[in-house]
């Protein structure tokens, strides 16, 4: 392009001339510094030139800028969200790299250690994560005064209904095939509490939306050594449907089922959701809920964006994350 000098990497300079602005206002618009009055033509124009220059910001320079470490925490949880998880994580780490910013990948532990270590020695900028923080790891978070992320933020607030969208589904289907009490199987894994909590306020919101009864709560061991007594125990309660808060809750079900048995779905019908591979393996094919996983990363990562300050990618958004897999379990 005329009048931008060619180098192995464009830099501040480049994006400038070709968007015919000082380089001080390159750096306001790239680094969203609050405080300054810039049109939103002018502010168009520096993205432009810098998206046709392929100019990424320099992570020092914009920390001397906006001040602060230029790193995000990304807390990946421990529990079953299929590969949603790391591809939210993937995702919203190039979409930070593009503003100069790092994402530094903390797994979840019992103890924390390693969030309350990281928040200590990176003093990240913010946590994202997919739910609130806990013990250590939170006293940590509010004392360093980090702001966190995660699907109860008012900025995700689209995710943050994705129970409701799911249990919606689940509870209207199951209504569909005559089904009026219904209940839900919890895992006695306490890891995973935090997850069936989530689901199960989704399906007690849906119940309540179809004057339905609510459902009647269980827990089942994963290695289904207490599933027969579990289904017995919902059966003597007049349910008729289960929701599992996972597809593997739902093949525990199915276990006891068949121990107590029973046939499914004539004496007891199971839904699921994550959608994994072995559901249509199941005996009966486990009927479950889907997600639309591209849908979900990039609204997840446009929301971060935003919470963050930044910029969103600006992909359009349906909001229809989820979607029924009907099979023979109901």
């Known amino acids: 392009m005329e009048g931008v000098r060619k180098t192995t990497r464009p830099t501040r300079a480049d994006v400038a001339r070709l968007a015919n602005v000082s380089t001080a206002t390159v750096s306001y618009v790239l680094n969203n510094v609050a405080g300054q009055r810039i049109s939103l033509q002018t502010q168009q124009a520096v993205r432009q030139a810098a998206a046709a220059l392929g100019y990424r910001p320099n992570l020092a320079a914009r920390n001397l800028v906006i001040g602060g470490s230029g790193v995000v925490l990304y807390i990946v949880p421990r529990m079953a969200l299929g590969e949603l998880a790391m591809e939210v994580g993937a995702k919203l780490t190039t979409a930070l790299a593009r503003h100069g910013l790092l994402m530094s990948l903390q797994f979840e532990t019992d103890d924390g250690a390693n969030v309350v270590e990281a928040i200590a020695s990176l003093n990240p900028m913010a946590v994202a994560a997919t739910f609130p923080l806990a013990g250590p790891a939170l006293e940590a978070v509010t004392t360093a005064g980090i702001p966190q992320i995660h699907l109860g933020s008012a900025n995700l607030h689209a995710l943050a209904a994705l129970n409701l969208t799911v249990e919606q589904l ?73 929701c599992a808060q996972s597809d593997e809750t739902a093949f525990a079900v199915l276990h006891g089922i068949r121990r107590a048995g029973l046939v499914c779905p004539r004496d007891l019908a199971v839904m699921g959701v994550d959608a994994i591979t072995l559901a249509a393996m199941a005996e009966p094919p486990l009927t479950t809920i889907g997600f639309r996983a591209t849908e979900i990363v990039e609204t997840a990562v446009d929301a971060m964006m935003a919470a963050l300050g930044l910029p969103a990618e600006g992909t359009p958004h349906t909001g229809d994350f989820a979607v029924l897999i009907p099979r023979n379990s109901t």
């Open 170 to 242: 689940r509870v209207e289907h199951l209504i569909a095939r005559g089904h009026r009490q219904l209940g839900f199987a919890i895992t006695n894994n306490r890891k995973l509490r935090p997850l069936a909590d989530y689901w199960l306020a989704g399906v007690r919101a849906a119940t309540r939306s179809h004057d339905l009864p609510d459902p009647v709560v269980a827990e089942i061991r994963a290695d289904g050594a207490d599933a027969a007594r579990i289904v017995s125990y919902w059966v003597e309660r007049g349910v008729t449907a289960i």
